[in-house]
């Protein structure tokens, strides 16, 4: 076994194997293993991505196993949300009123859930095999489905059945693709659903056409990207604040990648103009769908589920133009975005204790009643928003520069309107949600405010370092690995 191997083994046992300290661990010691377990997962993820992106040229590819610059890309990301998350989390279960067990067994089941979660989720960009990649992927379903219904009340166990039920039935189409590419490619056995072992697909263009749209359908799904998003605002409205960044900064970015892994092994046999057409059409599509509820008064929460819409949009075209330029600004928004989403949601934890009409209500004026929530909160939605100097700004430069670049002119202008509009709609957002009219709020509560504002000095310092490195990334071989893919 190499030393990538045993990185992305370690990193997936580490959070697995807290799950089941949490399981054994007594009551009083819950939270300090947790804890630990999230530190030493960290460790190992920050590790495994080091590895992976300093050496983006020599990647480990097997038949089950993937190390490369975009496996380390995002299982960087997943690990240091999944460390917030965990942080984050005794000043969420503070506020708890009500869950689907009994207290004395909440703090237990929370973690343990929560813990699994993670642990399949890291797991996910490490697939080397399409069939083990819709396992897990399916797996991520069945841990984060209890997690949005954790609170027991009525509208989160109809956002949690939602869930299960609209992305089981869209993975349940991407199975049939699955099955479809099996039947079509030489040899037996799972190994032949490697993602180099698709690129010998060999029962024709049209049919291996009709297994890569009903792939890209099936996870679409899962990934939020409209038409087929419907889970996601509820989903995000009523799961735990950091089961949302989790769910959002994550796994929705770890599920694309399995969509882009698919376009880059079935190009070759579809075509790559119609393989990336495919995903163009879903960006607009989600970038279209997104913008009217990006102008309208939303709760906090929902507000940022629907840029998760827009976002996993800008991302999906990016990777469909598939230009030098386009990637660059593909690797810098889905870290940007990670960061500033994962805060949006921790501030909510806060946000709910200080004003709890933001459940379901808009807010405003939070900054002239709790500057440093108000401060947060600004961050989260600027970033989100593309205000420079923050990277998501020069991310979508990028994206649309490298449509133009790759020919796709109509697809890009198309692009350039959409994101315009859609800034226009955060940024109102911004402007209202903190220094709107205030109301008047107990100034007292506000649970986890300090935690949230070491968070985002710490996520403003790394946006900040990550808007630097959009410098040099168009022309390195971290950009030019992500262009390979797995070869």
Same mark, same amino acid.
């Given at each position: 076994?190499?030393?990538?191997? +045993?990185?992305?083994?370690? $990193?997936?046992?580490?959070?697995?194997?807290?799950?089941?300290?949490?399981?054994?661990?007594?009551?009083? #010691?819950?939270?300090?293993?947790?804890?630990?377990?999230?530190?030493? &997962?960290?460790?190992?993820?920050?590790?495994?991505?080091?590895?992976?992106?300093?050496?983006?040229?020599? =990647?480990?590819?097997?038949?089950?196993?993937?190390?490369?610059?975009?496996?380390?890309?995002?299982?960087?990301?997943?690990?240091?949300?999944?460390?917030?998350?965990?942080?984050?989390?005794?000043?969420?279960?503070? &506020?708890?009123?009500?869950?689907?067990?009994?207290?004395?067994?909440?703090?237990?089941? %929370?973690?343990?859930?929560?813990?699994?979660?993670?642990?399949?989720?890291?797991?996910?960009?490490?697939?080397?095999?399409?069939?083990?990649?819709?396992?897990? $992927?399916?797996?991520?379903?069945?841990?984060?489905?209890? *997690?949005?219904?954790?609170?027991?009340?009525?509208?989160?166990l109809e956002a949690g059945w939602k869930y299960l039920i609209l992305t089981t039935l869209?993975?349940?189409? #991407?199975?049939?693709?699955?099955?479809?590419?099996?039947?079509?490619?030489?040899?037996?056995?799972?190994? !032949?659903?490697?993602?180099?072992?698709?690129?010998? %697909?060999?029962?024709?263009?049209? !049919?291996?056409?009709?297994? %890569?749209?009903?792939?890209?359908?099936?996870?679409?799904?899962?990934?939020?990207?409209?038409?087929?998003?419907?889970?996601?605002?509820?989903?995000? +409205?009523?799961?735990?604040?950091?089961?949302? +960044?989790?769910?959002?900064?994550?796994? @929705?970015?770890?599920?694309?990648?399995?969509?882009?892994?698919?376009?880059?092994? *079935? +190009?070759?046999?579809?075509?790559?103009? &119609?393989?990336?057409?495919?995903?163009?059409?879903?960006?607009?599509?989600?970038?279209?769908?997104?913008? =009217?509820?990006?102008?309208?008064?939303?709760?906090?929460?929902?507000?940022?589920?629907?840029?998760?819409?827009?976002?996993?949009?800008?991302?999906?075209?990016?990777?469909?133009?598939?230009?030098?330029?386009?990637?660059?600004?593909?690797?810098?928004?889905?870290?940007?975005?990670?960061?500033?989403?994962?805060?949006?949601?921790?501030?909510?934890?806060?946000?709910?204790?200080?004003?709890?009409?933001?459940?379901?209500?808009?807010?405003?004026?939070?900054?002239r009643t709790k500057p440093a929530l108000g401060a947060s909160m600004g961050v989260s939605?600027?970033?989100?928003?593309?205000? =420079?100097?923050?990277?998501?700004?020069?991310?979508?430069?990028l994206i649309v520069a490298g449509g133009f670049q790759a020919g796709r002119t109509w #697809?890009?202008?198309?692009?350039?309107?959409?994101?315009?509009?859609?800034?226009?709609?955060?940024?109102?957002?911004?402007?209202?949600?903190?220094?709107?009219?205030?109301?008047?709020?107990?100034?007292?509560? #506000?649970?986890?405010?300090?935690?949230?504002?070491?968070?985002?000095?710490?996520?403003?310092?790394?946006?900040?370092?990550?808007?630097?490195?959009?410098?040099?990334?168009?022309?390195?071989?971290?950009?030019?690995?992500? @262009?390979?893919?797995?070869?």
């Open positions: 076994m190499t030393s990538r191997e +045993a990185l992305a083994v370690g $990193v997936v046992a580490a959070p697995a194997l807290g799950a089941v300290l949490v399981a054994l661990a007594p009551r009083r #010691a819950l939270t300090a293993v947790a804890t630990g377990a999230a530190l030493v &997962t960290c460790a190992l993820a920050i590790a495994l991505a080091a590895v992976a992106l300093t050496g983006p040229g020599n =990647p480990f590819v097997g038949d089950w196993i993937v190390v490369d610059a975009a496996a380390g890309l995002l299982i960087g990301v997943i690990g240091l949300v999944g460390f917030a998350s965990v942080l984050v989390s005794p000043a969420y279960l503070g &506020t708890v009123r009500s869950a689907l067990v009994g207290p004395e067994r909440r703090t237990r089941t %929370y973690y343990l859930l929560l813990l699994a979660f993670w642990a399949i989720l890291l797991a996910v960009p490490l697939a080397g095999n399409l069939a083990g990649a819709w396992l897990l $992927v399916e797996a991520t379903t069945a841990a984060s489905a209890v *997690l949005v219904g954790f609170s027991g009340r009525p509208r989160a869209g993975l349940g189409f #991407a199975l049939l693709g699955i099955v479809l590419l099996a039947a079509g490619t030489p040899g037996g056995g799972l190994e !032949t659903l490697s993602w180099q072992a698709l690129q010998a %697909y060999d029962s024709g263009a049209d !049919t291996a056409l009709v297994a %890569y749209v009903l792939l890209l359908a099936g996870l679409a799904a899962k990934i939020g990207w409209a038409p087929v998003h419907n889970w996601l605002p509820d989903a995000h +409205a009523e799961a735990p604040p950091p089961v949302s +960044a989790l769910l959002s900064a994550a796994l @929705l970015p770890a599920v694309l990648l399995v969509a882009w892994r698919s376009e880059q092994s *079935l +190009a070759p046999v579809v075509g790559p103009a &119609t393989a990336q057409g495919i995903l163009i059409g879903f960006g607009l599509v989600s970038l279209a769908v997104a913008v =009217p509820f990006l102008w309208r008064p939303l709760a906090w929460k929902r507000l940022l589920a629907y840029s998760s819409l827009e976002h996993m949009g800008v991302i999906a075209l990016g990777i469909g133009f598939a230009t030098p330029l386009a990637l660059a600004g593909v690797a810098v928004h889905i870290v940007a975005h990670a960061l500033a989403k994962a805060l949006g949601f921790y501030a909510a934890v806060p946000l709910l204790g200080h004003e709890p009409r933001a459940a379901g209500h808009s807010v405003t004026g939070i900054a939605i600027g970033v989100l928003a593309g205000l =420079p100097p923050f990277p998501l700004f020069a991310s979508e430069v #697809a890009a202008a198309a692009a350039t309107l959409l994101l315009a509009l859609g800034f226009l709609g955060l940024a109102h957002a911004l402007v209202e949600t903190t220094i709107g009219k205030a109301h008047r709020r107990d100034p007292t509560q #506000a649970p986890g405010l300090r935690g949230v504002a070491v968070l985002t000095g710490t996520c403003v310092v790394l946006l900040l370092v990550l808007s630097g490195a959009v410098l040099w990334l168009p022309g390195s071989d971290l950009v030019e690995a992500l @262009l390979q893919g797995v070869a």
